[in-house]
T-cell receptor, first 112, second 108 residues
Framework: EAQVTQNPRYLITVTGKKLTVTCSQN?????MSWYRQDPGLGLRQIYYSMNVEVTDKGDVPEGYKVSRKEKRNFPLILESPSPNQTSLYFC???????????FGSGTRLTVV | KNEVEQSPQNLTAQEGEFITINCSYSVGISALHWLQQHPGGGIVSLFM???GKKKHGRLIATINIQEKHSSLHITASHPRDSAVYIC??????????FGTGTRLQVFP
């Protein structure tokens, strides 16, 4: 089944403790991206990647890192999480930039 | 001012009604997407448009590039259509910019 897999689905962590949210797709898509969704603000793009070893900042990249060492994986790294990074995170992929997107199921992160 | 504006923010309808959700944008785009998010949180891509009109079942999406406007129509609405509908545009710099969504509730 074609899908984007995010892990974990839920995560509660403490301020400053490094964490990684994984994202993997099995569709050989070139384009992958990360978003956060907050009440009243909607979805905002954090980082995106057009292909292996190519990443670019979205609208809210501060406090996040990404890497694209392999085509299928696009992990989101929070080196020192803070409470304002408490949010619902989505990963998505697309064949090329102007095809429809496939979204992961989301990761609900709480930083205390 | 948001670069992508949706209206209305909230919409209630009776089953069977024709529904229209509007999206206006102010940036140059290469494509516009309509997404659906159900209460459980998952997001599904409904349409991608760069011109004209697309239809899938009871859903119709149109875009007017000159007016920078798109509409999503639902014919013969059903309670299972209840969800948040999100308009998103891919800018000419490859960023994806989202509207804040339209919450639709369809009552039997």
């Amino acid at each position: 089944e074609a899908q984007v897999t995010q892990n974990p689905r839920y995560l509660i962590t403490v301020t400053g403790k490094k964490l990684t949210v994984t994202c993997s797709q099995n569709m050989n898509h070139e384009y992958m991206s990360w978003y956060r969704q907050d009440p009243g603000l909607g979805l905002r793009q954090i980082y995106y990647s057009m292909n292996v070893e190519v990443t670019d900042k979205g609208d809210v990249p501060e406090g996040y890192k990404v890497s694209r060492k392999e085509k299928r994986n696009f992990p989101l790294i929070l080196e020192s999480p803070s409470p304002n990074q408490t949010s619902l995170y989505f990963c998505a992929s697309s064949r090329i930039s102007n095809y429809g997107y496939t979204f992961g199921s989301g990761t609900r992160l709480t930083v205390v | 001012k948001n670069e992508v504006e949706q209206s209305p923010q909230n919409l209630t309808a009776q089953e069977g009604e024709f529904i229209t959700i509007n999206c206006s944008y102010s940036v140059g785009i290469s494509a516009l997407h309509w997404l659906q998010q159900h209460p459980g949180g998952g997001i599904v891509s409904l349409f991608m448009l760069s011109s004209g009109k697309k239809k899938h079942g009871r859903l119709i999406a149109t875009i007017n590039i000159q007016e920078k406007h798109s509409s999503l129509h639902i014919t013969a609405s059903h309670p299972r259509d209840s969800a948040v509908y999100i308009c998103a545009v891919r800018s000419n710099t490859d960023k994806l910019i989202f509207g804040t969504g339209t919450r639709l509730q369809v009552f039997p």
